[in-house]
């Protein structure tokens, strides 16, 4: 520990806190592309299209017209309205405007969510593999994952059986994404509704519904878990506007409610950020009440690109694929690679496999420990298709050195 460490002593918080690993991956690919290596990355969760022109334009509009001030702690009355219409009109739930809380994206949405929720030592049900920051973001509210893990042969989908074993007198909460991040993997509503029956004899329990890859989904309608009667009154759904608009760095996200949780989240943002950004608010109001021809033309190019990297992944010996059905990730399980080695570096994990294919094939991929599944790796299909090959091209050259 250096003396400035002694001096000036960090909380046991942040030091007990765990590293983003997809930021840290992304961080290590630009490393080494400031070096000349020429690395594919593919380890970040973002669209690799720009924001559609007339969500700009409607920005820029805002700007013109001086709409720069500090906004409602819940956002814009005329977004709180276009996101209530939104999820009627989408999903069939029925928000309130008063039961809206946008905040400075998804991440915060959550965060919120968790610091008027859980205190110290209430249980979270956190259904794996998960997006890698619940697990840190419920510790740091104080408290306790329970991880509920299904495998790829599961399609990565816990059942409801699953979920009532691991439901006890502290259990506060149900959080999970679908389609989820990492693996694609979608509850159908059959599954959904099962689930629902599981958690509707606890009323302590709130279901918190990550829904921000809605808009790409591949395979029927997009079902939230707040649709079904059992649990409609307790249910929190969480979703934003980067990855369905490509607005990742507008940084807008949104949850509906019910009323007694958006009000404390409201007050929780107050004391933290207060509102998002004015005239980033206004262009969100476009997005969702405007044409989503853009955002359909997205979901069908990652519909093909997803087709052509499930086809190229599962040509490669020793890895296990499944088939995503929303999304833009492919999460194989690598652990048939698992005690092999070229030689001169051995793999004895899904860490060590991903640091294997940057420096070796010079692609960034996402262990799949920091999703709660050590014997799988994350890549994303936010790339052009030739990018998309090469990669997996050099993947698969790489692999073929382990013996």
């Known amino acids: 520990m250096s003396i400035l460490e002694k001096v000036h002593p960090l909380s046991d918080k942040v030091m007990r806190m765990a590293e983003s690993e997809t930021l840290r ?31 700009k334009e409607a920005a820029k509009k805002a700007l013109d017209e001086g709409f720069t001030k500090y906004t409602p702690v819940p956002g814009i009355p005329e977004l709180r309205e276009a996101i209530s219409h939104k999820l009627k009109r989408d999903n069939g739930l029925d928000f309130k405007p008063s039961q809206i809380v946008v905040s400075n994206g998804a991440k915060q949405s959550l965060a919120n969510v968790f610091f ?10 956190v259904l794996a593999p998960y997006w890698v920051s619940y697990i840190e973001m419920v510790k740091i509210a104080g408290g306790k994952p ?9 399609d990565y989908k816990a059942t409801a059986a699953q979920i009532a074993e691991a439901i006890s007198p502290r259990t506060k909460a149900l959080l999970f994404s679908s389609p989820c991040n990492p693996t694609g993997s979608v509850y159908s509503k059959e599954e ?13 329990i709130t279901v918190i519904s990550d829904e921000i890859y ?11 878990i707040g649709t079904f009667d059992q649990v409609k009154d307790r249910t929190v759904v969480v979703n934003g506007f980067s990855k369905g608009f490509a607005m990742t760095g507008w940084r807008l996200g949104y949850i509906g409610a019910p009323d007694w949780l958006a009000a404390a989240c409201s007050k929780i943002q107050g004391q933290f950020t207060s509102g998002a950004n004015s005239f980033g608010q206004k262009a969100a109001v476009t997005a969702l009440t405007s044409d989503l021809g853009p955002t359909y033309q997205m979901r069908e190019a990652f519909l093909k690109r997803r087709d052509l ?22 999460f194989p399980d690598i652990s048939n690679f698992f005690g092999k080695s070229d030689g001169t570096f051995t793999i004895n994990n899904a860490d060590d496999f991903s640091e294997f294919i940057i420096h070796k094939a010079q692609v960034a991929l996402v262990s799949g420990a920091a999703f709660g599944a050590d014997q799988c790796i994350r890549l994303s299909f936010a790339a052009s ?19």
């Open 146 to 154: 329970v991880v509920v893990f299904a495998g790829i042969e599961q």
């Open 214 to 224: 809605e808009y790409i989904t591949f395979a029927g309608e997009h079902v939230s």
């Open 25 to 55: 991956m992304a961080a290590l690919a630009r490393e080494l592309k400031s070096q000349g290596k020429e690395v594919i990355n593919l380890s970040i969760g973002e669209p690799d299209f720009d924001t559609p022109v007339h969500i």
């Open 385 to 403: 298709e030739e990018e998309l090959v090469t990669a997996i091209r050099n993947i698969g050259e790489a692999v073929a050195l382990l013996k």
């Open 192 to 204: 959904l509704e099962e689930i629902a029956n599981v958690v509707a004899p606890y009323p302590e």
């Open 116 to 125: 008027s929720l859980l205190n110290e030592g209430d249980e979270v049900i």
């Open 309 to 330: 990297v499930t086809d190229l992944l599962s040509q490669i010996p020793g890895f296990k694929v499944n088939k995503p059905l929303g999304a833009f990730y492919s």
